[in-house]
């Protein structure tokens, strides 16, 4: 186990509503990723947080956004959900090694359906 | 933009058989780093191996090694002797040096891993 962990595991919406995921980065790591995998496909990134600041966005409406916290843990807000939202969104921790580069780490993943 | 493929989508072998997946990269960078991962069916992506573009040497871990090939932006993973146990998804990545260091993903390989 990574001790990456996201809440809720499942969750399901309807069209239009607006939905909050939450992931708890490994100990030591302060740097977390979003990842959006729809069913059948590699996962695509949504942002990365960096203490506490955004670090760089994917190609994803501003209705995705997200937060981290001091003790680095995160959250994902989707706004006017979609039918296509419908995916499992999956958090990665990291924290730069000694080369400068990280190892991302991931969650279980949160399995939400769009109704 | 930096892309990966897989050009496997799916691949069925019989338990004690050997069987490569393949990757396929492209990066106009030259600092990059290039991962596996397995995502079995619970869903959770489970980092294997990470490489950096200076270090071509092949690795072996058990029965599982890796050949990374910068003249034909290859990294492929070889599982030797396979288990019912390798069954999963598996993924091949890519990150920049600088930046986000965001992940691009391939659309994975399903291997199935028959008794």
């Known amino acids: 186990e990574t001790g990456v962990t996201q809440s809720p595991t499942h969750l399901i919406k309807t069209r239009g509503q607006q939905v909050t995921l939450r992931c708890s980065s490994q100990s030591g790591h302060n740097t977390v990723s979003w990842y959006q995998q729809a069913l059948g496909q590699g996962p695509q990134f949504i942002f990365q947080?960096?203490?506490?600041?955004?670090?760089g966005r994917g190609n994803f409406p501003p209705r995705f956004s997200g937060l981290q916290f001091p003790n680095y843990s995160s959250e994902l807000n989707v706004n006017a959900l979609e039918l296509d939202d419908s995916a499992l969104y999956l958090c990665?921790?990291?924290?730069?090694?000694?080369?400068?580069?990280?190892?991302?780490?991931f969650g279980p993943g949160t399995r939400l359906t769009v109704l | 933009a930096q892309k990966v493929t897989q050009a496997q989508t799916e691949i069925s072998v019989v338990e004690k058989e050997d069987v490569t997946l393949d990757c396929v990269y492209e990066t106009r960078d030259t600092t990059y780093y290039l991962f596996w991962y397995k995502q079995p069916p619970s869903g959770e992506l489970v980092f294997l191996i990470r490489?950096?573009?200076?270090?071509?040497q092949n690795e072996i871990s058990g029965r599982y090694s890796w050949n990374f090939q910068k003249s034909t932006s290859s990294f492929n993973f070889t599982i030797t002797a396979s288990q019912v146990v390798d069954s999963a998804v598996y993924f091949c990545a890519l990150t920049l040096d600088t930046g986000r260091r965001a992940l691009t993903f391939g659309s994975g390989t399903r291997l199935q891993v028959q008794p």
């Open positions: 947080y960096y203490r506490e600041e955004e670090n």
């Open positions: 990665a921790s990291s924290t730069p090694d000694r080369l400068g580069t990280d190892t991302q780490y």
């Open positions: 490489r950096n573009s200076f270090d071509e």
